[in-house]
Each structure stands twice: as C-alpha cells, then as structure tokens.
C-alpha cells in the first residue's frame, strides 16, 4: 500500500476533537506526511495526533510578510499556493460557516487536487 502527502486546514472552532482524531485514525498507515495551515483549533488536534502516532509534520502559519520579513499582505495567499501544489490529498474540517475555509475550498477545487471535506462540530 502506498502512502501520500495530505494537507489539512479546518475551521478555528473545534467543539469535538475527538471526530477529527477518529478521521486520523481511520487513514493511520496511508499517510506519508501532513502539511497543517495553522489558524488554531483544527491544528492542534492534528500535531498531537502526528507527535503521538510518529507522522511527519510541517505547520504553515499564516503570515502578511513576505521571506524577507517585509510586509506583504498577499504573502499568505502566496504560501497557500505553494502548499496547495505540494500536496496529494486535502482534508478540511469544517463547519459550513467559515469564510475563510471556503476560500481555500475554492483555490483548491481551481487547481484541481483531490478533497475531502469533513464536517465539524454538528
């Protein structure tokens, strides 16, 4: 069985964590690596699940500052597409109300990678 590189965002409003660590758990041994856009909330659960389980991880903050620390406001759009390109599969926890995480449904579903959408906190 072959594994991949999934990248996770979510919804900063988690009430159940133990929904998104039952989704990790059911995909334990298919997963290669997670990249996590950090907000807060979502991202949490899943670097403890990775540490607890041995998963490589890399977090992505967003940030407004471009790598030469000068203020950018389109530098976290900049580093999503850069994430999103580098990663396999998709999985975004969330609640149906945030913006932001649709936004970044959008951008995924118009570079045409693999998704998945969970939702949270029914």
């Given at each position: 069985?072959?594994?991949?590189?999934?990248?996770?965002?979510?919804?900063?409003?988690?009430?159940?964590?133990?929904?998104?660590?039952?989704?990790?758990?059911?995909?334990?041994?298919?997963?290669?690596s997670i990249n996590i856009h950090h907000s807060s909330g979502v991202p949490e659960v899943v670097i403890k699940w990775c540490s607890e389980n041995?998963?490589?991880?890399?977090?992505?903050?967003?940030?407004?500052?471009?790598?030469?620390?000068?203020?950018?406001?389109?530098?976290?759009?900049?580093?999503?597409?850069?994430?999103?390109?580098?990663?396999?599969?998709?999985?975004?926890?969330?609640?149906?109300?945030?913006?932001?995480?649709?936004?970044?449904?959008?951008?995924?579903?118009?570079?045409?990678?693999?998704?998945?959408?969970?939702?949270?906190?029914?």
């Open positions: 069985m072959s594994k991949f590189d999934i990248g996770i965002f979510g919804s900063s409003d988690v009430k159940n964590p133990d929904q998104i660590t039952r989704y990790l758990d059911s995909k334990k041994g298919k997963i290669n041995r998963i490589n991880y890399c977090v992505h903050f967003p940030r407004n500052y471009d790598q030469n620390n000068n203020f950018d406001k389109g530098a976290n759009f900049k580093n999503l597409l850069k994430i999103i390109d580098h990663v396999e599969l998709w999985v975004i926890f969330w609640d149906y109300r945030s913006r932001g995480t649709k936004n970044l449904i959008d951008l995924i579903i118009s570079k045409q990678k693999r998704y998945e959408i969970i939702k949270i906190n029914d």
